[in-house]
């Protein structure tokens, strides 16, 4: 099931979501129901993601966010504000959303976005993990077809849920995972071809090459580095080089010049 929040009439992304087979919950953030029936929706276990549209009070938008992921920190969850709004970005990311839009939205990236986390989501109650779990992960080399083990994709959803934050090491990994640090370490590689910390590293420099590609361009390098999880944007700046081969800024001005 997707629940679908919105702040204002008509919600523009209501008929993006995927619909063939898809339960679809729709709530009105100022409808007198909307409390109540947002508890008793986030208590449901087929619950698979959540949608919060809020252009019209941003404010109430965050609190919101951070309510449900208190409540279900299980759950991605996806924000969409207006257009410019490149600071609310940055607070919805460190609050736990996985995903960040401005207005106007892709339509077609927020619908592939949703199948996404849709797939990771039911594998993980699948208890098995494809070796390309989300599009931030590398093809294993050897080409094995083998699933990994249920405690691997614990750690990659760990990490997509806990992306923003600075603590994010090995140790902390391995216990999501339920493995010794060193075991884990081992495991991760052979079905990620990635160290855990090289996997994380990726997943931050993927996220940002989207909020540098698709924001409005007012949300500093610095802001962008501290929102996804870098200590500060020399660290940011010499992982987003060693994996793209250019600078933030640099990149940020080619995704510029090919949307233009």
Not at 239 to 259: C, E, N, V, Y
């Amino acid at each position: 099931m997707i629940l679908m929040i919105a702040d204002g009439q008509p919600c523009t992304l209501r008929s993006a979501l995927p619909a063939e087979g898809q339960k679809i919950a729709f709530l009105e953030i100022n409808s007198s129901i909307f409390p109540r029936t947002l508890v008793a929706l986030l208590e449901d276990r087929e619950l698979e993601l959540v949608v919060v549209e809020c252009v019209f009070n941003e404010k109430k938008g965050l609190r919101l966010l951070d309510g449900i992921k208190r409540r279900r920190s299980d759950v991605p969850v996806i924000f969409v504000c207006a257009a410019g709004s490149d600071n609310t970005v940055g607070k919805a990311l460190g609050l736990g959303a996985r995903e960040c839009f401005q207005k106007p939205v892709d339509v077609a990236r927020f619908r592939e976005r949703v199948r996404t986390l849709q797939k990771l989501r039911r594998a993980s109650w699948e208890q098995r993990v494809p070796l390309r779990p989300v599009e931030t992960a590398v093809a294993n080399p050897r080409g094995a077809t083998s699933d990994a083990p249920d405690g691997i994709l614990r750690a990659i959803c760990y990490i997509e849920d806990h992306l923003t934050e600075h603590g994010l090491g090995v140790e902390r990994l391995a216990r999501a995972a339920g493995m010794s640090p060193f075991h884990f370490c081992r495991v991760f590689k052979r079905y990620t071809t990635k160290s855990p910390m090289q996997y994380v590293v990726r997943v931050r420099v993927k996220k940002a090459e989207e909020l540098l590609r698709y924001n409005s361009g007012n949300m500093t390098i610095c802001r962008i580095a501290t929102s996804i999880g870098f200590y500060d944007a020399s660290n940011f700046n010499r992982h987003f080089k060693k994996t793209t081969g250019l600078t933030p800024s640099a990149f940020k001005k080619s995704a510029k010049i090919s949307k233009g």
